[in-house]
């Protein structure tokens, strides 16, 4: 008998070649690309005041189109190529080199091609969501410069220390399933680091900056969340069990985080705060992250309570009495809802993680041990040992991102300053773009006044009947 036309070995159907896994991965990736274009687009472009919308959903397609050139060019090779230090590989343009692409990649059963692209969309989204740190005030020139720059000496060293099969901290055991550490607490500590240097947004802006459009705001954040789904379960490189059980996790522990967030707003503040609620599920997909296809549901309601709770408290009352991050204008709180809640979730990941869905994911290796199911095996040295990494993990993210930031921004500033002058952020989006999100009426008038509006038409007939 013969194999059907689709199981048949042929040059475009290598043996290697697993297709579910290929169509499965591909799907991911996509997912993860729309959650930069158009979710955080249109989510940056609505949570804004009305004058930063162009700007800042402009910001995001920038460094879309922007990391990807560069991720072919050399990113990729210095992410996850061959080891030119411990925690850097060796710039190349192999994501150019057809024979390669078209090979079996490091990971999964399916073409380099389809590993590039995969990693690139999580590339992509790291200082995109740096930039929620910097809205409303850095110059798009600067923020040219500083895209590529960033991606070259700081993602892709944690990146290949964290997830290349030869980093030092993926071969020491830090465990971070799908980028607690390498994308939320990277652009969190980025974004704050960032945010320091640029400098603040005018006074006007910093105490009354309402969204333009909390129903797109809500839109993007849907984007953000539905994408999740391909950024956890992509994680894996393979349809298997694991990407089912991450994709469940994921969405337990945001539901659960944006009701602990929601119940604490109105507990403290009276209402039901809908950006509140969009933080609250935010600070739940990047606590989930790095322990998504490694922790059972329950955990992953534990996790979803905390990153509720505990990233709102360092939100809403931490970062309110503490001197130095008053001084810092993190436009979207990014320090917070990426920084701290991966972190939190990479402690939790060594706290909580089960060792079957462990060998699942890192093999038979037995490192990978949970501290509280390290404790109930006896072997609580190897629990707090791996605890003991995770924090390794987070100092070390850390140290690059607070350093290679500042030494990025300091050099751009050489060239070019990083903050627009005070008479183009009285104006916003017109001044820097030539172009308005909503050419209907100006800030501070109101329908009725408008040219649109009743009191246009009732003064134009006035001087109609006068004429």
């Avoid at 797109?216 to 694991?242: E, K």
């Avoid at 309601?301 to 709102?312: C, D, F, N």
């Avoid at 800030?443 to 004429?467: I, N, P, Q, R, W």
């Amino acid at each position: 008998m013969s194999l059907p036309s689709s199981l048949t070995i042929s040059e475009a159907s290598p043996e290697w070649l697993n297709k579910g896994d290929n169509s499965w991965q591909l799907t991911a990736a996509a997912m993860v690309g729309l959650q930069s274009v158009p979710g955080l687009v249109i989510l940056y472009g609505s949570i804004v005041k009305k004058k930063w919308a162009v700007n800042s959903a402009f910001m995001a397609l920038y460094a879309f189109s922007a990391v990807l050139v560069c991720w072919c060019l050399w990113g990729f090779s210095m992410a996850f190529g061959e080891e030119m230090l411990p925690f850097w590989g060796r710039p190349s343009a192999v994501a150019l080199d057809q024979a390669q692409l078209l090979a079996p990649g490091f990971a999964g059963m399916y073409p380099a091609a389809t590993l590039v692209f995969f990693q690139f969309v999580f590339a992509a989204i790291t200082p995109i969501l740096i930039a929620g740190s910097l809205l409303g005030r850095m110059n798009f020139k600067a923020w040219m410069l500083f895209v590529p720059l960033w991606l070259t000496f700081s993602y892709t060293v944690g990146a290949f220390s964290l997830w290349s099969p030869n980093g030092f901290l993926f071969k020491a055991g830090v465990m971070d399933f799908a980028g607690g550490y390498v994308i939320h607490l990277s652009s969190g500590v980025a974004g704050l680091t960032a945010a320091y240097w640029v400098g603040p947004r005018i006074g006007k802006d910093k105490e009354r900056f309402p969204p333009n459009n909390i129903l797109l705001t809500l839109a993007g954040a849907g984007l953000l969340w539905m994408g999740w789904t391909g950024f956890n379960g992509g994680a894996p490189y393979s349809a298997n069990i694991d990407a089912s059980i991450a994709i469940l996790n994921t969405h337990l522990c945001t539901a659960t985080s944006l009701l602990m967030w929601l119940c604490l707003d109105m507990f403290v503040f009276t209402k039901p705060s809908v950006i509140g609620a969009v933080q609250g599920m935010i600070t739940g997909l990047v606590c989930i992250t790095p322990a998504a296809g490694l922790v059972q549901p329950w955990a992953a309601i534990l996790m979803g309570l905390l990153s509720g709770s505990i990233p709102w408290f360092t939100m809403m009352i931490l970062h309110k009495r503490t001197p130095f991050l008053r001084t810092i204008d993190d436009t979207l709180a990014v320090f917070h809802t990426h920084g701290v809640a991966g972190s939190l979730g990479g402690i939790l990941t060594g706290v909580l993680s089960e060792p079957r869905l462990n060998r699942l994911f890192f093999g038979d290796d037995p490192r990978y041990v949970s501290l509280a199911y390290a404790i109930k095996d006896g072997r609580a040295s190897a629990g707090f040992r791996q605890v003991g990494m995770q924090l390794a993990g987070i100092a070390f993210v850390l140290a690059v991102n607070v350093v290679v930031t500042s030494v990025i921004c300091l050099l751009i500033r050489l060239l070019v300053p990083l903050r627009l002058t005070e008479e183009k952020m009285l104006v916003g989006d017109d001044a820097i773009h030539g172009e308005d999100a909503y050419a209907v009426w100006a800030d501070g008038e109101t329908y009725d006044k408008s040219v649109h509006g009743l009191e246009y038409f009732a003064a134009k007939s006035a001087d109609c009947e006068m004429a």
